[in-house]
């Protein structure tokens, strides 16, 4: 069964897998201690740390390892804040961030602190000279991603990070996404990192921290891993992960290459043979790996499911795989269309004769998906109307699309239709419809059921 969803976790690399077991039997000890065995465990834990910092392009005294990226991130956060306290209380994120970094930015702002998003364009970059101008007064620390979680795009850290060097802050970077696949531009003063995302074991993240960056450790500390992650080291897990990561350094320039010409494919095929598709994120600016789409008139949780049953692990952010029932907080940031969304990301090794049984395939679950929604076109009325309403209150996504879609052949050109719909997609997806149909998005105003009314005229 083809597994694309490498960029939630890689499978284990099997450099990664030889490296734990041989660590099982080696490093069960606890390498603070001075005997035989305590000895052979600092030895490996100090190598793992070695091969990391080479990878990361830091000293090895920099870098400590934590119990996961997450965890890598809410201490980096914290910690430089903490540490920048007399600065000032500001701090300065990407709005397409992973959630680990939104969490401690929430965390960050209910502490008495205040946090600044900075947008991004429809490709999910932010715009260099827009982040600097964010980097004023008070300003304790800004983070930005290597490359995003969701669609792949690079970010612009070099220029970002010039500014914040310019400006004295320190710049987090989180480089979960992207650092098997190389080293992070420099500049940056704190980088934060997960194994699994890497082909290395779950449980392991990385945070390197620059020497001469202000930073105070949050929370009860001890005396391991430099008082920034307490507790036993899961040193065999350690082991295997910076062994993963030597490994899939030096394949990246092949295997990145040989990837991105699939994902290229991808990209090219799946609009010509699925209509109404808007595949999303940069298009050279991004991981070899990953490619983004979202299908008009799909429900992403049936599309996910219908594709698993033919074989295909993928995932989504679509906001119908949500309980929440809200759009990624990215591709919403982006202002793309949200709803069958589908992201695939291509692990180390993926045989091309699986991405092209995952294009044979496809057009027919989007079209068995779009007819049990109901979303065969409907022939328009005889006479046209000037203006009409669609009631989707209480339907969810793609739902409200479906039904616009549906009667504005019924509207005279000039028209109107004005969609009523109390789901939070809706703000996202009809927008993105007019962008891709040729129709007009006119607005949003409130209805008298008090629900969002969204007006689209009819162009076309």
């Not at 907080?329 to 092209?356: C, F, I, K, Q, Y």
């Not at 328009?380 to 504005?408: H, S, T």
């Not at 509207?411 to 009523?420: A, D, E």
Request: glycine fraction near 10%; aromatic fraction near 4%.
């Amino acid at each position: 069964m083809p597994y694309f969803d490498a960029a939630s976790a890689a499978p284990l690399h099997p450099v990664a897998r030889q490296a734990l077991l041989a660590a099982l039997d080696e490093g069960w000890a606890d390498p603070a201690r001075l005997y035989r065995e305590g000895r052979r465990a600092r030895l490996l834990l100090d190598a793992a740390r070695e091969a990391a910092a080479e990878a990361v392009g830091c000293r090895p005294d920099e870098l400590v390892f934590t119990p996961s990226g997450t965890r890598a991130v809410h201490s980096g956060v914290s910690g430089a804040l903490a540490g920048r306290r007399r600065i000032g209380g500001r701090l300065v994120v990407s709005a397409v961030e992973h959630s680990s970094v939104l969490h401690a930015g929430e965390a960050h702002a209910a502490a008495g602190g205040t946090v600044t998003e900075v947008p991004v364009g429809r490709t999910g970059a932010v715009d260099p000279e827009a982040f600097a101008a964010e980097l004023g007064e008070g300003v304790a620390l800004a983070c930005l991603q290597s490359a995003n979680h969701e669609v792949g795009t690079e970010q612009p850290v070099a220029e970002v990070a010039e500014a914040c060097r310019a400006a004295g802050v320190p710049l987090l970077v989180d480089a979960a996404q992207s650092l098997g696949w190389g080293p992070v531009p420099e500049g940056w003063s704190l980088l934060a990192a997960s194994a699994h995302k890497w082909g290395g074991p779950a449980g392991v993240g990385l945070l390197a921290v620059r020497k001469g960056v202000r930073f105070a450790p949050q929370g009860p500390s001890d005396e391991r891993e430099s008082g920034r992650a307490p507790g036993f080291e899961n040193l065999p897990a350690i082991v295997a992960a910076a062994a993963s990561l030597r490994a899939v350094r030096a394949e990246a320039a092949a295997e990145g290459a040989r990837l991105r010409g699939l994902v290229d494919r991808i990209r090219a095929r799946v609009p010509e043979l699925v209509p109404d598709v808007e595949v999303v994120g940069d298009p050279v600016r991004r991981l070899p790996h990953l490619v983004t789409f979202s299908c008009l008139y799909v429900d992403g949780e049936t599309l996910l499911s219908e594709l698993d049953r033919e074989g295909f692990s993928v995932s989504s952010g679509s906001s119908c795989t949500s309980s929440t029932l809200t759009p990624s907080h990215v591709l919403r940031a982006m202002g793309v269309l949200s709803e069958g969304n589908v992201r695939v990301s291509l692990p180390v090794g993926t045989a091309e004769a699986d991405v092209d049984r995952f294009l044979a395939v496809l057009p027919g679950v989007v079209a068995s998906v779009r007819e049990r929604l109901g979303a065969a076109p409907v022939a328009a009325e005889p006479v046209l109307a000037e203006e009409l309403v669609v009631d989707a209150l209480g339907k969810r996504c793609p739902i409200p699309v479906i039904e616009l879609a549906k009667v504005i052949g019924s509207v005279r050109v000039g028209g109107t239709v004005t969609v009523l719909s109390d789901d939070a997609a809706a703000r996202l997806d009809i927008p993105a419809w007019c962008g891709m149909r040729g129709q007009e998005y006119v607005g949003e105003a409130p209805s008298p059921q008090g629900a969002p009314a969204y007006i689209v005229r009819r162009t076309t």
